[in-house]
């Protein structure tokens, strides 16, 4: 197929942070920013009250981060890291979110992935498939994906 | 907190969210009217970040509450700023998405400031 609207490109994969990216960086920075500060906050002030909770929100605040600037440098690399991150997200969401439900001791209080992510309009649960869906369409170069 | 104050961040935020989604429907770049409407409203967090600290020692709730209170009112102002140098680097309408989940981020911390000051009632 012809494609003669895109900027002429090698082979290599499409930028992640181009088009829809820049998007997806937005709101991971966005939550990055969101469990970092809320991390710091359950861990200075109340760690005690659910250790478990607290630690796993803090690992959460840090796989966002990493995602983040996974996504946004975009090159081979990164690439990589940006698919370890987020299928830890991926994962981290699903198990949080039902051990949130069975174990509702242990989530005394909200955090970033417990209850799906529901204290954050269930983005924290949309985003990781979001991210893995891009990072496949990238992978396959710069035809896909010219809206 | 200033309920005014609120009102007008609010708005400024929720008229950067309709520009940016009307700029974004119709495929068009970041330009001066967005970047005014930006402005206005970077200048409402200003304000909003100056009136909140100020007004520190009499949020309502524990210290976790006004650690949140005065976070937020911090990284508000970097929001707007943040979300332009991002949309100014994309030239597709999905630079306009950026400056949409800033404003709609701005009015959702906007909100929840004035949630934890009405604690007090």
């Known amino acids: 197929m012809a494609d003669v609207t895109g900027t002429p490109r090698t082979d290599g994969p499409r930028s992640t942070r181009s088009g829809p990216g820049i998007v997806l960086v937005a709101v991971y920075g966005l939550l990055a920013l969101a469990a970092t500060g809320r991390s710091v906050l359950q861990i200075t002030e109340y760690f005690s009250r659910a250790p478990l909770a607290y630690v796993l929100s803090a690992v959460a605040a840090v796989i966002y ?19 370890v991150a987020i299928s830890v997200e991926l994962a981290g969401v699903l198990v949080v979110g039902l051990a949130s439900y069975l174990a509702t001791d242990a989530f005394p209080d909200k955090t970033v992935w417990s209850h799906f992510g529901s204290g954050y309009g269930y983005v924290p649960l949309v985003l990781p498939v979001l991210g893995l869906l891009w990072l496949r369409r990238t992978a396959r170069g710069s035809a896909a994906g010219s809206a | 907190m200033l309920f005014p104050l609120t009102v007008v961040v609010f708005a400024a935020a929720l008229l950067l969210l309709a520009v940016s989604g009307w700029y974004a429907a119709r495929s068009r770049l970041l330009d001066d009217r967005l970047l005014l409407v930006a402005a206005v409203l970077e200048l409402g967090v ?69 949630q934890i000051w009405n604690l007090g009632g």
């Open chain 1, 65 to 83: 981060v990493v995602a983040t600037v996974a996504l946004a440098r975009g090159d081979r690399t990164s690439r990589r890291v940006a698919l």
């Open chain 2, 46 to 114: 200003l304000v909003q970040a100056v009136v909140a600290l100020a007004h520190l020692g009499s949020v309502p709730g524990d210290r976790a509450e006004t650690a949140t209170f005065a976070a937020y009112a911090i990284t508000l102002p970097f929001l707007p700023p943040a979300a332009i140098f991002l949309a100014l680097k994309e030239k597709t309408r999905w630079s306009m998405g950026v400056a949409a989940v800033a404003a709609f981020a701005v009015a959702v911390m906007t909100a929840r400031l004035q």
